[in-house]
């Protein structure tokens, strides 16, 4: 039997303090903190359980960490520990029930002496029980007992963990309905009692908070809000209420399930997702504002106040069964009030027993669900009939709308129609169906039941068995006289490796203030016996510390250079130690240090050989430097911060993978005119030559001045007025001033020309891809967010499946997800422009040699581009013959042109005139019009024996005959449009999608229909094949990846901020790259039979439009007239170099200048290193990137 107890967990207050805004360092009792994960049962180190839930810690205290003067006072209600519980949601949909107990206790001694906090202060901890049954009374009621044994005046024979991992370890989930588990904590019997599976889901809790909380009228609104999967925001001041009414409400609308976002418990922190635009249901305390958020259309249900507001109307159940469903309510709630008028004794007491004044019983509880499912009954009477074919569970909504219509005499009810269409019924159509071949349908039996005049608790199992007992017997005891008390929740034994990281922790800590807590003990020494020091003692004290924090960041820097390739410096205690000493060093010792370790590491010979993890923590570490610089108006800093990092990329730039300036443009110091007189005035007080001409003079400084500015990627304007504003000030003429404009203009272009247009502060991404703050508003110190509160968020963000606004944080990627260029230094890229059409591009089409069966190189049109427009015409694009590529125009559509494909032979091309043309490609002559779509053609595919596949918008997929010019067949049907599809010429499998989110898998060969993947709860956009394994890209923000021989969802990919437009399969590594909306790539791999995002990439903008993917080359193309092409080295022997994990290999090869347009379609030459795109204006833009490969 498996353990119900799946962990034990504490959190709370760790050694690495940090605000809920990320700042390090303790703030005050007032400033609320990041939870972190102190102790576990089984430890990390086990190798039999996968580790806790990454958002644990975070959702465990919503609220965050507060620091308190005292522990519980009984005369202070607000100390009194709190019991509630929680459920977190995985990625597929699992459910983790958690029952958590908060209370005060004594921060650790180690950590108030490391950060100065006040002794005898208290914090806020968390212990926890975690298990994957919803069996909330026994959590409760078993973590209660481990608190109470814990501060027991009488202690225990044992120790506390002791006890803990004897739980976790042996206590069983018992079979449902068959066994029943007893176990002891000390001297408390407890019992495990799980129903069996052939009744009503498992629900341990009680619907009295609901019905207490809410009259039967708003009971029903909320209920109907869920049915039809509206925004739902619970609020109350009540943890534990805003967790049980949730689940209550999740099992009344059973045997529909809650598809979307389910959250019952929100951590404080992350109240702007309420404004996502997907349907939810969240719990939120009554103590968080919520001001400034739109809240449009979200149900928000005051549980304090029996209260439900929203700004979209919620359609009224229909009659009779609203009626039937508030009498029924009424009857059990409030039975004195509904029988007020009925005899006291009679068949109605038998019918409807009297609840009278007694208390909520479990019973009730039973009756309370029948009555939910009686109602779901009445309404769907009948429904089996209308199921068209069993196999794929496709439903005739009309068809049973008008035969209810015609049995109630009423027109087809609005709550209905909306629920008919929701993903809850389509889900149940899938499971429902099914569960009747194993009789265990309640639903169905209820209506049989009904149907037949029988009682509806019949259709429940009459049989009695009584559970086989299972004793738990506690572990052996300890010493007699030898009993554990404890003042505080003690600590899990450490090894020596934790103990050993939890002290470089607190010494970084203690190390990075100690110089200020110093300083501030000389002041107050000094002036309270000012004669007591002399001040060339105090210069002496000074100067000796300063030293020490110089000789510590040498140190630290040289090891963090050193470290294996295979350790990430960013999570490095090396990293860390330096990144405190300069945030807490309120004099500057760390920033000047750590640049002036960097200058001197230069002079003394280091070759600035970076790899790029270490770029990237040199980069953070700089940027962090000048931010604090520039709080305390340090221009010595900022200044030897710029040249150093110039340096580093003059030093060696062929093994800087990036440039540092790069990333410094957000700081706000450049801006300043300021900055660079001062910087000018310090390069003339440098030169040694005073008999030098003075105009040549400042032009050489103002050239290094211009450098740099081109390096930050200040826009040209601003720079010119810099440059033009010092120059007209120090009189060096117009002959110069004309040289420097050139100049400058010059360093531009060729800035530009490799890396392209620095999207300024508006659009700079930081290596950790979060939009960087306004210098106007970001905090002079330049923190970063947290890795606690970015983990929360990733995991909110991953669970939300549909499409919200885009002003969400992305989530934390990881260290290899910078783009950045390898190997040597390129040459600029060629751009051209192919002017021809008249109108936007809707369709582009790249010739590829296995197309055309280019074995040896002889055809001509390999590599060539074909386009579609909404001129109505198809062009034919030859990029070998520069200044005259158009080759071909192709006229016959009298619509949109939306689809293109080849062969050998021909050119097939689909079209809003729902006709599919077919031209020869020799002579361009229209060759056959393939009349037959009721709709637009949306995808064609060209197949062996002149053969012809396509898709529109009737739902339907047909293959044509081109030498007979006749449908052979209707191979695939769909209900809605098909939108995508993708087929395999040498197994005969069909795949397709579209707007009725269902993937479609046939095979034509047997003219049959494999399997009716569903799972996706938007449009399905794209659509791969390969092998047996199909991915599809969805509106929900997800992708999924399906096997076709089973039919089954091997894993959801639900990381990305928006649409999934593109989807594509890397042969060479058998990864998956997914492109979305929000301009993000993710590379994903296969680890250990889990699919995972082992690298994100932020070149784009805007959305991703094409994935090409090949051996060595990855080519992407993206709406804001973005393209990028991705290298995949390999080593001599033909072997990735990459050592971790494959799909990290690929690097970003070149990215070229972009300009204004807006493209509709992009597709990729990876045989020639071509990327071209259409754009909203006619003109196709093509990247030739082949120079110097």
């Known amino acids: 039997m498996p353990p ?5 967990v504490v959190c709370g207050m760790g050694p690495e303090i940090r605000t809920l805004d990320g700042v390090r360092g303790y703030h005050g009792m007032l400033t609320m903190y990041l939870s972190s994960l102190l102790d576990q049962y089984p430890p990390s180190n086990h190798a039999l359980y996968p580790p806790p839930p990454p958002q644990l810690s975070t959702c465990v205290l919503p609220a965050g960490v507060q620091f308190y003067s005292s522990g519980f006072d009984s005369d202070d209600p607000s100390s009194f520990p709190r019991n509630y519980p929680i459920v977190l949601t995985e990625g597929d949909g699992s459910k983790i029930y958690v029952s958590c107990i908060a209370f005060r206790d004594p921060v650790d001694e180690d950590i ?45 024979s044992l120790q506390l963990w002791e006890i803990v991992a004897f739980l976790v370890s042996n206590v069983p989930l018992p079979t449902p309905g068959k066994e029943r588990v007893f176990f002891t904590i000390d001297n408390s019997l407890l019992v495990i009692d799980v129903p069996p599976k052939d009744g009503l889901p498992h629900a341990d809790i009680s619907f009295q908070p609901l019905v207490q909380c809410l009259d039967v009228d708003n009971l029903i609104k909320l209920f109907t809000a869920v049915l039809l999967e509206r925004r739902i925001l619970l609020r109350s001041d009540k943890y534990s209420l805003l967790t049980l009414v949730s689940e209550a409400i999740c099992h009344l609308i059973y045997p529909f399930r809650w598809q979307h976002v389910y959250i019952p418990l929100l951590f404080f922190s992350g109240v702007d997702y309420i404004d996502a635009p997907t349907p939810y249901m969240m719990g939120l305390h009554s103590g968080v504002d919520t001001f400034g958020l739109l809240m449009d259309g979200v149900v928000v249900v005051d549980l304090e106040h029996n209260l439900i507001t929203t700004t979209e109307e919620i359609p009224p159940l229909p009659e009779p069964e609203y009626s039937s469903l508030r009498s029924e309510i009424m009857k059990l709630s409030h039975p004195n009030v509904f029988g007020i008028d009925h005899m006291k004794g009679g068949f109605f007491t038998e019918q409807y027993p009297r609840v009278g004044s007694r208390l909520w019983e479990e019973d009730d509880d039973l009756h309370f669900r029948i009555i939910f499912l009686k109602f779901f009954a009445s309404i769907l009477d009948g429904y089996r009939n209308f199921v068209e074919n069993a196999g794929t569970n496709v439903f005739n909504n009309q068809a049973f709308l008008k035969k209810r219509s015609r049995s109630t005499n009423q027109p087809p009810d609005p709550m209905i129609t909306q629920f008919l269409e929701s993903q809850g019924f389509l889900d149940y159509l899938e499971r429902g169906i099914g569960s009747q071949v194993n009789g265990n349908n309640l639903l169905d039996k209820l209506q049989d039941a009904i149907s037949m005049g029988q009682n509806p608790m019949s259709i429940f199992s009459s049989l009695s068995i009584e559970p086989e007992v299972i004793t738990i017997y506690g572990p052996e005891e300890g010493k007699p006289d030898v009993k554990y008390c404890y003042d505080r929740f003690p600590s899990n034994f450490r090894t020596e490796e934790q103990e050993e990281k939890r002290k470089q922790i607190l010494a970084a800590a203690t190390g990075a203030i100690e110089y200020s807590a110093k300083q501030n003990m000389s002041s107050t020494c000094v002036d309270s016996n000012s004669g007591s020091v002399s001040p060339t003692e105090r210069a002496a004290e000074k100067e000796r510390m300063v ?50 370790c960097i200058k001197e590491h230069i002079y003394s010979g280091w070759n600035c050989q970076l790899t790029e993890e270490q770029f990237i923590a040199v980069k953070e570490l700089l940027k962090t430097a000048i931010s604090l610089a520039i709080a305390r108006n340090d221009m010595v800093t900022i200044r030897d911060a710029l040249e150093v990092s110039a340096v580093m990329h003059k030093m060696d730039v062929n093994n800087v ?25 310090y390069l003339l007080d440098c030169f040694s030559s005073k008999s030098t001409n003075y105009a040549i003079l400042a032009t050489t400084q103002l050239i290094i001045v211009a450098l740099h500015m081109a390096g930050l990627g200040l826009p040209d304007s601003e720079a010119w007025y810099v440059i033009e504003t010092i120059a007209g000030k120090n009189n060096i003429g117009y002959k110069h001033i004309i040289n420097l404009r050139g100049y400058l203009s010059h360093l531009r272009q060729t800035c530009i020309g490799y890396w392209g247009i620095h999207g300024g502060k508006s659009q700079f991404v930081s290596c950790y891809g979060l939009p960087a703050l306004d210098p106007l508003e970001s905090p002079s110190t330049g923190e970063q967010g947290s890795e606690a509160s970015g983990v929360g968020r990733s995991w909110v963000q991953s669970m939300f499946s549909r499409e919200r606004a885009l002003s969400f944080t992305r989530s934390v990627p990881t260290l290899r997800d910078v783009p950045r260029r390898v190997g040597k230094k390129k040459s600029q890229t060629n751009i051209r422009m192919l002017r021809g059409h008249s109108g936007a591009i809707t369709a582009l089409h790249c010739i590829t040699k296995r197309e055309v069966w280019d074995l040896v190189g002889d055809r001509d049109d390999a590599g060539f581009f074909i386009s579609g427009s909404t001129d109505c015409t198809v062009k034919i694009w030859d990029p070998t013959l520069r200044g005259s590529e158009l080759k071909a125009t192709l006229k016959g559509h009298s619509g949109i042109v939306r689809a293109i494909s080849s062969d050998r032979r021909k050119v097939v091309s689909g079209s809003d005139d729902q006709f599919v043309l077919v031209w020869d490609k ?15 053609v949306s995808a064609v595919r060209t197949l062996s024996g002149e053969r012809v596949l396509s898709a529109a918008h009737d739902g339907t997929i047909k293959m044509w005959d081109v030498r007979m010019d006749t449908c052979v067949a209707t191979v695939a049907r769909c209900s809605s449009a098909i939108l995508c599809m993708d087929y395999d010429d040498s197994t005969g499998i069909l795949a397709a999608a579209g707007r009725d989110v269902v993937a479609n898998i046939w095979d034509i060969r047997a003219g049959k229909q494999m399997h009716k993947l569903l799972g996706h709860s938007k449009w399905i956009r794209s659509i791969k094949m390969v092998g047996h394994t199909l991915i599809t890209g969805s509106d929900d923000w997800t992708a999924r990846v399906w096997s076709v021989s089973q039919g089954t969802c091997d894993a959801v990919l639900a990381c990305h901020n928006g649409p999934v437009s593109c989807v594509e399969y890397s042969n060479a590594d058998r990864g998956i790259i997914t492109g979305s909306s929000d301009g993000l790539l993710r590379f994903w791999e296969n680890d250990d039979g889990s699919v995972k995002c082992t690298k994100n990439v932020t070149v784009h903008n805007a959305p991703i439009l094409s994935i090409n993917a090949g051996e060595q080359w990855l080519g992407v193309g993206a709406a804001d007239n973005s393209m990028s092409l991705f290298h995949r080295p390999q080593d001599r022997l033909g072997g990735h170099t990459t050592t971790g994990p494959k799909m990290a290999g690929w ?12 493209v509709r379609c992009a597709t990729s030459d990876l045989e020639r290193k071509r990327i071209c795109g259409g754009g909203r204006n006619g003109v196709l833009r093509l990247w030739d990137a082949t120079i110097n490969i």
């Open 922 to 936: 020799q002579t361009t002559h229209l060759v056959e019009e393939l009349k037959g779509h009721e709709g637009q």
């Open 4 to 8: 119900i107890f799946e962990y034990f």
């Open 112 to 156: 108030v002496e490391a950060f100065r906090i006040p002794p005898g202060s208290y914090a806020d901890k968390c212990i926890c029980l975690v298990s994957r049954s919803p069996s909330f009374r026994i959590l409760r009621e078993t973590l209660e007992e481990i608190f109470l044994l814990c501060f027991s005046n009488s202690g225990s």
């Open 547 to 596: 030293l020490d924090i110089k000789v510590k960041l040498q140190g630290l820097w040289l090891h963090l250079l050193k470290l294996e390739t295979t350790e990430d410096p960013l999570s490095s205690f090396e990293y860390g130690t330096i990144l405190a000493l300069i945030e807490y060093d309120a004099e500057g010792i760390g920033g000047s240090g750590f640049v002036e």
């Open 657 to 681: 993978l990036d440039y540092v300036q790069r990333h410094l443009r957000s700081l706000s110091i450049w801006d300043e005119l300021r900055f660079w007189e001062g910087y000018f005035d």
């Open 1147 to 1158: 690097q970003l090869y070149r990215t070229p200048l972009k300009s204004v347009a807006t």
